[in-house]
C-alpha cells in the first residue's frame, strides 16, 4: 500500500524557517509530480509549490521567493523549504504526489507562525 508520510511541521516565529519534507513508500513504479498544498482555517485549500519529476518547479505567488520545492527521486521524497515565514503562512501543510498514476495525499502537518 502506498503511503505519503510528511514531517517538519511545527511553531515558529514570524521570520523564521523550518523545512517539511514527504516520503512516499510502499510498492512504486510510478511517482510523477509532487508537491505541496495548505489549509488555513476556514480557507480552501490551496497549492503552495509543485515539482515534476523532472524538477520543473511552479510557485504560488505569496511563497515566491521565499519557499523552494526540491525532491530526492532516489528517496521519493519532496522537500519544502520555507524562510522568512510569516503568520498568514500559518496552515495544515499537505503533500500530493501522482503514485503509480495515481493522486495521492499525506496525512497533513501543521505549521505554526507566531507574530
Known amino acids: 500500500q502506498v503511503q505519503l508520510v510528511e514531517s517538519g511541521g511545527g511553531l515558529v516565529q514570524a521570520g523564521g524557517s523550518l523545512r517539511l519534507s514527504c516520503t512516499a513508500s510502499?510498492?512504486?513504479?510510478?511517482?510523477?509530480?509532487m508537491g505541496w498544498y495548505r489549509q488555513a482555517p476556514g480557507k480552501q485549500r490551496e497549492l503552495v509549490a509543485s515539482?515534476?519529476?523532472?524538477?520543473?518547479?511552479n510557485y504560488a505567488d505569496s511563497v515566491k521567493g521565499r519557499f523552494t520545492i526540491s525532491r530526492d527521486n532516489a528517496k521519493n521524497t519532496v522537500y519544502l523549504q520555507m524562510n522568512s515565514l510569516k503568520p498568514e503562512d500559518t496552515a495544515v501543510y499537505y503533500c500530493n504526489a501522482n503514485v503509480n498514476l495515481r493522486d495521492r495525499w499525506g496525512q497533513g502537518t501543521q505549521v505554526t507562525v507566531s507574530s
Open positions: 515539482i515534476t519529476s523532472g524538477g520543473m518547479t
Open positions: 510502499g510498492s512504486i513504479f510510478s511517482l510523477r509530480a
